[in-house]
Structures are given as structure tokens and as C-alpha cells.
């Protein structure tokens, strides 16, 4: 090897070993990786890009808890303890936002929001082999969401790859891979999607320790929706913890022994009706708890009315709120604009759900055939 070359590995091993230690850089969100609580900075992408800065902070603690909340530092534990992403003002759309989400969480201790009494109308939390997913049915009103959004796709990557929101994080001290059964050891998963609007929220955690978390936390079929990427049977009025089995990877499905990989089209192609329809994995070891034991001491929303709905009781404990949101330090999404419903979703009222920022592959609405 010349002395140039061994030189200009040298060099890009220096960089290699710089960006190492230089976590909060520019490189893809998914592959920032932080302790919890102690080794997380403030903000995780402190970076302007195209979209901006990130809105809100990763440190979160006592002094940030509370409806004013901007902390994207987020978790996926139990069936009492998890969160979605949703918007810091509204009401707005999952569009609209997406970049500058925040956590909403049924947990206080953390720094976040919570997550009003009543809005949580009933929860399937699974535990499956390679991933937890909690399936919340909700009243997105509460959430800063208009009544009428069907939502979008939130996940890491986006198409800049700083994630939308840009900057959230993603910890569980429940994984079942990497999982210690010890709930006070919180272990970050670089692979998840969360996908929310019609009143529902699917939020998927893909074990790390599976060499197909991405495949399962597949992020390329947001227009496609919940039926097809969170394939499920949770009901309303019900709130049930279970194990189960892996979902197929989200777009990948077998008919007659063939494999095939559906590709989602470009945003100027209607979806149309999809060649197949998800299994919807198998669920054993259901427990089913009643509302009050799990969120009675979520807060009542400021100015709300006290009635709350029957499937989600008592409030209790009101964490002493002051009213409105705060405004995060940019608004709008960038690119493509907002969301749109799209009727997606043929086999499910789950909803269709579309972000466009997200739709990224190139179209191919041909689906690709490969071999088991
Ligand atoms: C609490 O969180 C805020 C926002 O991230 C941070 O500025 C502050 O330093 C934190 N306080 C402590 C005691 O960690
Ligand atoms: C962990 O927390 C859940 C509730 O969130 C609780 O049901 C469970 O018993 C706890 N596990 C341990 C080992 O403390
Ligand atoms: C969501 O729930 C609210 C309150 O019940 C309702 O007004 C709204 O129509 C629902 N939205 C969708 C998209 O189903």
C-alpha cells in the first residue's frame, strides 16, 4: 500500500473515530446513540437543516413536566406506562407537525406531557417476539389534533433522516430481546414508527437486539396506513396487555409459498386496492385491566368539561396546569406539504393515514417477487 493511500485511511478513520464521539453530528438519527438519563444531551440534533432546528430537548425532568411540555425524549414500558408523539399547539394536522411532535406519555416522572383523562379509550399492549407495540384507541382532539385528521407516519428516519420529530428519542425498559426485566434499566430503540390519526395510534419499539428491527419498524408505507403496517384485533372499550407473535415485515406477504415485497407508489399514484391483506399476528396470555387502574390519575384538561367518557375513568390528580401550549421555536413542516387522507386503508376503520414527506421510494407500483 503506498504511503498516500495508508494515509488517507488513516485519515478517514480519524473522521470515522471523530464522528464516534461527536453523537449529536449530522449523521442519520438512527444512528445516535445515547444512554439513559445520563447520557442524553440536550438536544439530539442541534443542527439547522433544511427543515430547521430541532424543536424541543431530550433532558427532560421535573422542571419540564407538565402540558407545556416540549420534551421528544419518549417511551414504550406497559400497558400503564407509554407514550405517542403528537403536536405541541394545535389544533393542527400529523402533517403539518410531524417534524416538531412531542411525547405525550400516561406516566408522570419523566418530563413530559401526559396524556389528559379521557382521552384514552381503550389500549392493546403487545409483547411481541421482536418488538412491543402499544395500539391505543384515542380522542386525538386532546392531543392538539383536529378532529378529522387521518395522521401520518412518525418514525426516525424522514427524508433528511433526522427523524420526524427531528431529534425524538425512543427508550423501554420492557424489550423482549434485550429486555432485564428490571424496570429501571432503559435501553434505546434506534428502530420504531408511530403511526397516529382517526383516533388511533399505533406505536411500534423493535428490539435492537433483532438483526430485522428495521424490517419490522419498516418506514416506507405511510400512505398505506395501519391495517397493513400494525395489523391487528385491539378493540375499543377494551384495555388488554398480550403476548404475541412477530407481525410479517410490514409490505411483505406470502401467497402460495411465494414471498412478495409490495412497494408503496410515489404520492401522485392513488393507492388503490392492495394485492393482499395483512395477517394479523396471533396474541396469547391476554390480561385485561379496567381504565381506572391503569390512567386514573392522568390529569383533567384545563377548561375541559368534567364528564368523561365511561371506558376511561377518574380522573384524579390534576398535575396543577396552566393552560396553553407552548409554541415550539419553528412551525410548519417543510417539503411537500401537509397530509391528506386517502382512503388507504380497504380492510380496516383504523384509517388511512398519509404524511407525504415520507413517501420516498422511487415508483414502483410493480410489486417485486423474491424466493424463499
Ligand atoms: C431539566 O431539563 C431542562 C430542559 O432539558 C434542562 O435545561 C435542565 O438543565 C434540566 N435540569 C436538571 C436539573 O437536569
Ligand atoms: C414493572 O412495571 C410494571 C408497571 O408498569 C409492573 O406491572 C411490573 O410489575 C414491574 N416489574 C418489576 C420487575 O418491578
Ligand atoms: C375522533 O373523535 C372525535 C371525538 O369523538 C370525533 O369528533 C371525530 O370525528 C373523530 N375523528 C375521526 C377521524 O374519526
Not at 139 to 162: I, K, S
Not at 275 to 281: F, G
Not at 345 to 372: I, P
Request: net charge negative; with cysteine; aromatic share 8%.
Amino acid at each position: 500500500m503506498s504511503r498516500v493511500a495508508l494515509s488517507a485511511l488513516l485519515a478517514l478513520a480519524a473522521l470515522a473515530a471523530a464522528q464516534d464521539t461527536n453523537p449529536t453530528g449530522t449523521q442519520p438519527l438512527t444512528d445516535k446513540h445515547f444512554s439513559y438519563p445520563t447520557g442524553i444531551p440536550e438536544q439530539v440534533d442541534p443542527n439547522d437543516g433544511t427543515r430547521g432546528p430541532q424543536s424541543g430537548y431530550n433532558i427532560c425532568n421535573s422542571t419540564t413536566e407538565g402540558p407545556t411540555s416540549n420534551c421528544q425524549t419518549a417511551f414504550i414500558n406497559h400497558i400503564d406506562d407509554w407514550c405517542v408523539w403528537a403536536p405541541p399547539t394545535g389544533p393542527t394536522t400529523i402533517g403539518e407537525s410531524e417534524g416538531q411532535e412531542v411525547a405525550w406519555c400516561t406516566k408522570p416522572g419523566r418530563g413530559t406531557r401526559l396524556i389528559p383523562a379521557g382521552a384514552i379509550k381503550g389500549v392493546q399492549f403487545l409483547v411481541a417476539k421482536s418488538y412491543i407495540e402499544v395500539l391505543a384507541f384515542l380522542d386525538q382532539t386532546m392531543l392538539n389534533m383536529t378532529p378529522d385528521d387521518f395522521g401520518g407516519e412518525l418514525d426516525p428516519h424522514g427524508a433528511d433522516l433526522r427523524g420526524n420529530p427531528i431529534g425524538g428519542l425512543l427508550y423501554s425498559n420492557n424489550l423482549p430481546l434485550s429486555g432485564t426485566g428490571d424496570n429501571n434499566t432503559f435501553i434505546q430503540v434506534e428502530e420504531w414508527h408511530n403511526f397516529i390519526g382517526a383516533n388511533f395510534s399505533c406505536f411500534k419499539a423493535c428490539d435492537p437486539k433483532d438483526p430485522n428491527a428495521g424490517n419490522y419498524c419498516y418506514n416506507r408505507l405511510d400512505r398505506v396506513g395501519i391495517p397493513y403496517v400494525c395489523p391487528n384485533a385491539a378493540q375499543s372499550g377494551v384495555f388488554e396487555m398480550c403476548d404475541s407473535d412477530n407481525q410479517d415485515f410490514p409490505g411483505v406477504y406470502t401467497t402460495n409459498g411465494v414471498t412478495t415485497s409490495y412497494t408503496q407508489p410515489p404520492d401522485s399514484v392513488p393507492i388503490g386496492t392492495l394485492p393482499y391483506t395483512a395477517r394479523v399476528p396471533a396474541s396469547s396470555n391476554c390480561v385485561t385491566f379496567q381504565s381506572s387502574d391503569l390512567f386514573g390519575a392522568l390529569p383533567t384538561p384545563s377548561g375541559a368539561s368534567s364528564a368523561s367518557s365511561p371506558t376511561s375513568s377518574g380522573a384524579s390528580a390534576s398535575a396543577g396546569s396552566g393552560s396553553g401550549a407552548s409554541s415550539p421555536s419553528r412551525t410548519g413542516a417543510s417539503s411537500t406539504g401537509s397530509a391528506t387522507p386517502t382512503g388507504g386503508a380497504q380492510n380496516s376503520g383504523a384509517g388511512a393515514l398519509h404524511a407525504s414527506a415520507f413517501a420516498t421510494l422511487a415508483g414502483v407500483v410493480a410489486a417485486v417477487v423474491f424466493f424463499v
